[in-house]
């Protein structure tokens, strides 16, 4: 993987089954100079000083779930994990990225706008197995009603968003950064923050779900979760870059959480020159699988790989889960803050366990990896 870092380019081919979600002019098939000037515009949005300042956010996004979590343990009632992590994921990345001092979304809207999400993803992901659907199935349909209503709600976002004016480019949002670059480009325009939208909220949803999952599996390295979220942000007082930045078995835990769930099973690459991979010779435009979630896996580097063990993760990192080099997702400062966050928060407000102590989560592989079904929990309160 390393002869590959520098590339910038992806093959877009490896991809085009998702335009219809992301649409043809969506970053995720733009190259070169295109693409690399989007990305500089972009990651303004992203950067350690912008993830900074979306810390009462997240934290206000946290706040809303646990007080309805602590009314649903307060009855004895089932919780459904994924949905629920989803839920805040598309929450925040909605206010973080577009409209950061909007009243929270109505759970209406969110469940909405994540059943359509989940429509619109399970149908591109089936057309990878299945096939296209022909014309006339009922599957087209669905996606094409699921696609518009994730377009309508885009376009009204847009509109509302291009009537602002701004005192500083710090209170801009990504939609803003992106609405300038693409003021003369409605459907590129669309396509990006389809793009941004799907990428920042599905990434780290699941990557809370199978989180709190290994807490529930490891209820010892929960409270280790707990005892160093007590000592850090106690002392900080507040939720900060400089504090998550402390909370290293945090970062370990997520990191060995998209290690073992193989959260993101790969990247790709290519190169418009000639280019050597692992003392092989590759024409130019031939496309590089990254096998982030082998390289995961690989036992030399990971002694008992089947293991989930965050302590691993104090030795040299052999493999990056969010891919690498340029083109490295552009919201992994967010994710990590915010899953940290946000695992911490909910650990210390409770203490979960599976409906059915038996289950074990079945993982469905797609260019996301998730259970192949609900994972139901209870909660015990541990904090008023």
């Known amino acids: 993987m390393r002869q590959t870092v520098r590339l910038f380019d992806k093959p877009p081919e490896l991809f085009k089954l998702f335009q219809p979600l992301f649409g043809p002019k969506s970053i995720q098939y733009a190259n070169g100079l295109e693409g690399r000037t989007r990305r500089n515009t972009y990651d303004r949005a992203f950067s350690h000083e912008a993830v900074g300042r979306t810390f009462p956010v997240l934290d206000e996004c946290a706040d809303e779930l646990i007080e309805k979590l602590r009314a649903m343990a307060a009855k004895g009632e089932r919780i459904p994990l994924s ?31 994540k059943s359509c999400y989940d429509l619109a993803w399970n149908e591109m992901e089936a057309r990878l197995t299945q096939g296209e659907p022909e014309a006339g199935d009922h599957r087209v349909q669905a996606f094409n009603d699921a696609l518009s209503h994730l377009h309508e709600f885009v376009d009204s976002t847009v509109r509302r968003r291009s009537a602002m004016k701004f005192d500083s480019d710090v209170d801009k949002t990504f939609a803003d950064l992106a609405i300038e670059l693409h003021a003369k480009d409605a459907e590129a325009l669309r396509s990006d923050v389809i793009t941004y939208m799907v990428g ?14 290994y807490a529930i599996q490891h209820p010892n390295l929960a409270d280790r979760l707990r005892a160093e979220s007590a000592e850090v942000l106690g002392a900080a007082g507040e939720a900060n870059m400089a504090a998550i930045g402390q909370m290293t078995f945090h970062r370990a835990f997520l990191d060995e959480t998209m290690r073992l769930s193989c959260l993101a099973p790969f990247a790709a690459r290519v190169s418009d020159a000639e280019v050597e991979v692992g003392g092989h010779t590759l024409p130019a435009g031939t496309p590089v ?9 690989c036992s030399e580097a990971y002694p008992e790989p089947d293991d989930f063990n965050p302590d691993r993760w104090t030795g040299q990192q052999l493999f990056e889960p969010f891919g690498f080099g340029r083109r490295k997702c552009p919201g992994y400062r967010l994710a990590y803050a915010e899953t940290a966050l946000w695992l911490s928060r909910l650990l210390a407000a409770f203490r979960f366990r599976l409906v059915d102590e038996t289950y074990t989560a079945v993982s469905s592989f797609g260019l996301l990896t998730k259970p192949n079904e609900e994972v139901w929990v209870l909660a015990e309160a541990l904090t008023d």
């Open 83 to 113: 949905r629920f992590c989803i839920g805040l994921a598309i929450k925040a990345i909605l206010r973080v990225t577009v409209e950061p001092d909007s009243a929270s979304l109505p759970d209406e809207q969110v469940a909405q706008l």
């Open 289 to 297: 699988i990254q096998a982030l979630g082998t390289a995961g896996m």
């Open 200 to 213: 920042g909220f599905h990434t780290s949803g699941y990557l809370l779900l199978w989180a709190l999952y």
